[in-house]
């Protein structure tokens, strides 16, 4: 059997007709007529008798025409399945990601995704979460993971994948290293390293004015990596989300009043149509255990 045996039996079959099938499938009816008489030889009985006019199934191709739509359709699903591979692969996905997010996690996402989807690239650019939604509307990049703590509006997409808590991050020797957890009132007047690229930043200011509680800087950066390496030279402690932190050294301590926490998202721009990779990239999202 060939498949274009097949389809044209199913097209007669459908219509009853040796002139519309042909019609149907584009081909002469003399060639339609031929490849189907070649089917039926190869399976040993006539698929068709006529009455007068008329063209009818015969009880064998009654009982076969099922069976042979399966054919079709299976092998249809499977050149579907190599297309969308191929198209899977051919532009790298644009992953535009907020610059205080911890790469740990993600990065074990990412490795998973590449075992899963061999092959596809994955572009990861960093940024502000102000600057990533606006590369989005510019279609510079596909999705974005953000903090989207002021809500982005109904331009946008926005699908939860996890919750962090804030934690204070202190040296080994730090003279809070003893507490289990900490309050703001605690911290007042402790050295303090500022983390300039933080979205939560004012808010946790915010809550140090109205609370009374002093805050002296004595290193302020935009580098998540400078951060902690300076917390590790004893300068001071720092706020960070728990999923951030890197350094295996330094100490971990709960912030218990206020708990402060930010929920990381995926963001898209609601309307446009994903390439298959992207669309793969969202669904690994979507039933990924986060954080890892």
Same mark, same amino acid.
């Given at each position: ?99 205080? +997010? ?28 102000? =600057? ?68 939560? =930043? ?32 004893? +300068? ?27 929920? +990381? ?22 039933? =990924?255990?986060?954080?890892?």
């Amino acid at each position: 059997m060939e498949m274009h045996q097949i389809r044209y039996f199913l097209a007669a079959a459908r219509t009853l007709s040796f002139t519309r099938a042909a019609e149907f499938c584009g081909v002469s009816q003399p060639a339609l007529t031929t490849a189907i008489k070649k089917l039926e030889a190869n399976l040993g009985t006539p698929l068709f008798y006529r009455e007068g006019h008329r063209l009818q199934l015969s009880e064998f191709g009654r009982r076969m025409e099922p069976s042979l739509a399966r054919i079709v359709e299976q092998t249809e699903m499977a050149e579907t399945a190599a297309e969308n591979f191929r198209l899977l692969n051919q532009a790298p996905i644009r992953l535009g990601v907020m610059s205080t +997010i911890g790469p740990l996690g993600l990065s074990r996402f990412l490795a998973d995704f590449e075992r899963d989807c061999p092959g596809v690239e994955v572009a990861v650019s960093e940024n502000s979460p102000e =600057r990533l939604a606006d590369r989005l509307a510019a279609d510079e990049l596909d999705l974005a993971i953000l903090n989207a703590r002021d809500g982005l509006g109904e331009s946008y997409r926005s699908e939860p994948l996890y919750t962090e808590r804030y934690v204070v991050l202190l040296p080994p020797q730090h003279p809070l290293k003893e507490k289990n957890g900490l309050t703001l009132q605690d911290l007042s007047e402790q050295p303090y390293v500022d983390r300039l690229s933080c979205e939560m =930043r004012e808010m946790v200011i915010g809550l140090c004015e109205s609370r009374d509680v002093k805050l002296y800087a004595r290193f302020r950066s935009e580098r998540e990596d400078w951060v902690q390496a300076m917390v590790m030279a004893n +300068i001071g402690f720092a706020f960070m989300p728990e999923h951030s932190v890197t350094h295996p050294d330094a100490l971990r301590r709960p912030l218990v009043d206020p708990i402060i926490e930010r929920t +990381i998202s995926l963001v898209s721009l609601p309307g446009r149509r994903h390439s298959p990779g992207v669309a793969a990239f969202v669904r690994a999202s979507r039933g =990924r255990r986060w954080p890892a």
